[in-house]
């Protein structure tokens, strides 16, 4: 028998036959787990309330070995988002289902600090926290997109008079073709502010939705 105890946070809950559900967590040390919770949703259960999306503490489970389907043993929770399934949690909810979809086996441990602090930057971002999102996670895979030097030639967009995009590239004056969509320097520059330094520039509103075509061009050209 294979014990498994780590921090953990838990993504998925999907109720099965009457007191029972499948659960999916994300581990800081062991990556996404899948685990059969027995009788959690007896009413005398104590795990009832704390078994739910969003919940973070230490888990327990036991399995054949690493890769095999786990039973969960206990679960000993230090954090519920209360705060933000008041406010936002559709967003937040979304997070953690994209986590699953990722399925990460490693995490380092400053993603795994960001996710801890989730909840947190839901709030924070609002509107703009799926973007912030895609942005970490991209990072955390090393594939986020080139948004600092010209995708033909290489060079530092600082420096180029405009800069133009097209799908989820960016090129500089000298390697634009027609039909590449024209940036506006400030646009630029409130893009890079985001994703680097976490800074929000409200004059510039199209820059939101640049991005966003950015991110989703290249969630097309990347095998996630």
Same mark, same amino acid.
């Given at each position: 028998m294979f014990y498994l105890k780590d921090q953990s946070i838990?993504?998925?809950?999907?109720? *099965?036959?009457?007191?029972?559900?499948?659960?999916y967590i994300l581990t800081k040390n062991f990556g996404l787990k899948k685990a059969i919770a027995e009788g959690i949703n007896r009413p005398e259960s104590k795990l009832?309330?704390?078994i739910q999306p969003g919940s973070i503490g230490k888990i327990f489970l036991a399995g054949n070995d690493l890769n095999s389907?786990?039973?969960?043993i206990s679960f000993l929770p230090y954090k519920i988002p209360i705060n933000v399934f008041k406010k936002l949690p559709y967003m937040y909810l979304w997070s953690l289902r994209f986590l699953v979809l990722i399925n990460p086996f490693?995490?380092?441990?400053?993603?795994?600090?960001? *996710?801890?602090?989730?909840?947190k930057r839901v709030l924070k971002f609002k509107k703009l926290f799926p973007l912030w999102f895609m942005w970490k996670i991209f990072q955390e895979?090393?594939?986020?997109p080139n948004l600092e030097t010209c995708s033909n030639?290489?060079?530092s967009l600082f420096k180029s008079k405009n800069i133009f995009v097209y799908k989820s590239s960016l090129f500089c004056e000298n390697c634009r073709k027609e039909g590449y969509e024209k940036i506006e320097k400030s646009e630029y520059f409130a893009i890079l502010n985001?994703?680097?330094?976490?800074?929000i520039f409200k004059k510039n509103i199209k820059w939101p939705e *640049?991005?966003?075509? *950015?991110?989703?061009?290249?969630?097309r050209e990347i095998a996630l």
């Open positions: 838990i993504l998925t809950k999907k109720n *099965i036959k009457e007191k029972s559900a499948i659960i009832i309330t704390v389907p786990f039973k969960l490693e995490i380092s441990d400053e993603f795994w600090n960001l *996710i801890v602090d989730l909840d895979l090393g594939t986020q030639c290489n060079k985001f994703c680097y330094k976490e800074k *640049i991005l966003r075509k *950015i991110f989703k061009n290249h969630l």
